[in-house]
């Protein structure tokens, strides 16, 4: 066992208050599981393929159609549409690096990123937000301020996302206070929504500033990454198009994530909406490399399905596990580091967004995915980040962290003295060997109650929903800000404030 | 794939007004997940070998003394101390089957258990109940029937298990009640708590009679199963023993279920509470086996650990998940079948005890598990069994049920067509491809509410588990007891009368 976590072992850990975990450069601890065979494997990646060559994809940026004319696509002006033969895509993903590190303003908050690693995301994109004592609310800077301390709080988060919208600024404005508001609060990988060149590179200066580097160290490195969803089907926006472009000439990350829900935007087939995902994810992938070779991407996956009675999103239902455990053999087949997408269509913190919750997440891990995004606090299919969702969730995911580090199996974890000692019908309360690893042997929980029914009852009957809230406050309170460099903020503000006045950048849609 | 769920597909389609599914039979899909390596493995069945050797196990019950005394094992009568050789553990292994069916009245009820099986039990041994209507209350004669009659209603449910303890009824002839009640309301294999030979021996004679079979022909396959928990650490009780006896002698169904939760009654490791485990269970079998070569038994793990701040049980822990992974391994060395536990430690259906319960089942489905038992309903560690849970519950088995299934991937499933006629950024709803399937592709939500938010307010802002009381319900409402042959219950009846004037049958303790 690697002993990352650095709990203190033998009779020095009984001065120890508590445990101490470190979950971070997760290593993904299980043996993939497929969906299809590898013919079938083979077989989606070939037929995607045909998609691209044959049906093409519409583009609506002329800058994209140009680029991948360029690079030898046949491309239709009239119709926009663009088809691709193989070996472009096969050029593309030739030069699409296999393996990178995603940076924080410091080691600790830095990850590699590759098949193999495993890292987690909250709950991204959410237009509202809600907890149990302001209700629910379109999303504010206060609400994004407050997730975004919740994301920097928990240690098995690797990276911040936009967990809800701030509704309460204008849009040409906004990206200034999303950007600042992760550098001050946060040593952890911010991200960037592409709504146009214009505010896509206020944002690489922004963080230029903060992590103190020059444009050419910025483009060394990736220190940011964005989402970029496809129109499916087959469909590729204009601030999409721009964002791939943008991300790809800074050599920033691009996550090349369709929105592919079986039986609406995609054939009502697990395997048809994974093969239109993949031709899809491919077409993003190309640009990226057509762009600048060597670009970081990672492949993305969405795959859902609806409720074929309404037309409703459904999320961690069996068609999903399906197409995640696809998704990941389709990554593999590429070689790409990937994210998932998990969450529930609930509309509050009950069982069954639990429920949903975990069956998305524990396909995402099995299908060896390296970011598993929407893993906390994700209701009603995005449209609601939840607070005490996101405490709760944390549980399954700081579980999910304990995972990753195998049990110990020497002669002292086996345990055949301890044995010996405890006669038949008693206890190893009082062993020796249960005496040096009761503070550190066994993970501790944030939000589950264990207490009897008494207790418990005579405490309120609180559910897990009700308890998160003190924990999600606490948690704020606790909160301090990171220290940056002299002059640094300063420097930030002055930026902000000179674009602000500049009248910022509008948004391109 | 295999198409087993019957799924009528094509235009055909149309006609039928929903999707039919058939649980029966499920082979477990997955890659089996190890938590050790095979050397690991290896040194814990071996280390267990040298915990029987060396140390031994208390047997309370002097014919079960006399049995392992009659195989060469060194038995000390004043200490009650039993140690066996491991040529002994070996014969015994070699003897238990490695495959058996489990009757049910009928062949679609019949499941055969092997390793590559999977079934599910709801939660069981609960001495309260509980429900959103009655509240929490010890378990009665009421709540057993209408538990029997909701794990009859379920398909995926595949045996009756002992959900609630009827605590109204006199234990002397309580047996009586319970075995008459799952005969009456279900077609599905019943169980039996050993409380002595006398009480077992008429549930078999009770059996015998609804089965119509003659004594032979009963012993000449599995129709009913118990399940037999040691007093961890190396003590096995006398009803226990006697009913390791009384089973194998009637070549019925044994679960050889040590109860080590880590911490407690075991060592505070998960190797170690394990090859404690094991040591136990192989004490068992091997018992069996001496009784009678060929004895039906299944191997059973129930390691977790307990919270080391108060010594409650906890489930769904990292180091349960950890624990079951080994435990599937160390059945896999022995090629039993065998039964893993799961459920929640919590005190209401909420998120906590969803994230439990799903930690604990698919462990238990990544670890090659038989039979997940305590799959449903499973609240306060055991302590009592909840209606809506069983509801909410069952949305996670008949998920994993689905996941038996591959998803299809020949030409028509892949959808290129389907694809090539939506154009770039429509929907696929009116698509032939999805019109052709869309009453049969998907799963049907049992409990989950995939309604917009403002629908799902107007409708009375509802949890999962306010909505599972109208379908447990239902449920009860909708049931009707199979059809038996003419004359089979009042033979069964006269039978019962029979005995309860002869006093009954006293528990043994």
Redesign the interface.
């Known amino acids: 066992m690697s002993d990352r976590r650095g709990r203190a072992r033998g009779k020095a850990a009984a001065a120890k208050p508590e445990r101490k975990v470190n979950y971070h450069n997760l290593r993904n601890p ?8 590898e013919d ?1 494997v083979e ?2 990646h070939n ?1 995607s393929l ?2 691209l060559e ?2 093409g ?2 583009v609506l940026l002329p800058e994209a159609r140009e680029i991948f004319a360029k690079a030898g696509a046949i491309v239709d002006e009239e119709t926009e ?1 663009v088809r691709i033969g193989r070996d472009i895509v096969e050029q593309a993903l030739a030069t699409a690096p296999k393996s990178f590190v995603a940076h924080g303003a410091k080691p600790e908050t830095s990850h590699t990123m590759e098949l193999g690693s495993l890292t987690f995301m909250a709950g991204a994109g959410c237009p509202h937000a809600s907890d149990r004592e302001r209700g ?1 609310r379109p999303g504010t800077a206060v609400d994004f301020r407050e997730l975004m301390i919740l994301e920097d709080a928990f240690d098995a988060i690797a990276m911040l996302g936009p967990a809800v919208e701030p509704q309460d600024i204008p849009v040409h404005i906004r990206h200034y206070e999303t950007m600042r508001t992760q550098i001050e609060v946060s040593d952890k990988l911010p991200f960037v929504f592409c709504r146009g060149s214009e505010q896509t590179e206020d944002c690489f200066q922004m963080l230029s500033i903060a992590r103190e580097v020059s444009r050419e160290e910025f483009e060394d490195k990736v220190w940011t990454k964005t989402i970029i969803n496809t ?1 499916s ?3 590729l926006d204009i601030p999409m198009a721009q964002g791939i472009i943008d991300f790809a000439r800074a050599k920033q990350l691009c996550v090349m994530t369709p929105f592919c829900l ?11 909406g994974l ?2 995902q993949h031709a899809e994810a491919l077409l993003a992938i190309t640009l990226a490399q057509m762009t600048r070779p060597g670009a970081p991407v990672m492949y993305g996956s969405f795959a859902s ?1 609806v ?2 009675k ?5 999320f961690g ?3 999903h ?2 197409s995640t455990l ?1 998704a990941g053999q389709l990554a593999k087949r590429l070689g790409l580091p990937w994210r998932s997408g998990g969450g529930s ?12 919750t ?2 998305a997440a ?1 396909s995402s891990v ?1 299908a060896g995915c390296t970011m598993v995004v929407h893993s906390t606090g994700w209701l ?2 995005g ?2 980040f939840n607070y005490e ?1 996101m405490v ?1 969730d944390m ?2 995911v700081q ?1 999910f962290a ?2 990753c580090d ?4 020497d002669e ?5 003295d ?3 000692e ?1 006669d ?6 009082a ?1 020796e ?2 005496m040096e ?3 550190t ?3 501790e ?1 944030l ?7 008494g207790s ?2 005579e405490a309120g ?1 609180l ?3 009700e308890r998160a809230t003190a924990i999600w406050k606490q948690k704020l309170e606790e909160h301090q800000n990171p220290k940056r460099n002299e002059g640094v903020m300063e420097s930030l503000d002055a930026f902000i404030a000179k674009r602000k006045e500049a009248g910022g950048a509008e948004a391109v849609s």
């Not at 038949?424 to 309360?429: E, T, W």
């Open positions: 299980f043996v993939p599981q497929p969906a299809f065979s079938e077989n989606i037929t045909r998609v044959e049906l994809m519409k549409m629910r129109n089907p087959r469909q079986s039986g609406a935007m995609a054939p009502i087939t697990v395997a048809g093969m239109l399905n409720d074929m309404s037309g409703a999103p459904a239902t069996p068609e596990v399906k696809g269509a609930g509309n509050c913190n009950d069982a069954q967004a639990a429920h949903e975990e069956m524990w099995l009603e299919g449209l609601t969702k709760t549980e399954m579980q304990e995972l195998k049990p110990e199996a002292a974890a086996l345990a055949f301890a044995i010996a405890v038949p019908g008693g206890h190893f309360f062993a060997h249960t690893r009761y503070r042997e066994f993970y929980p939000v589950a109650d264990w207490s009897n029914f418990w009852s009957s559910t897990a929903d």
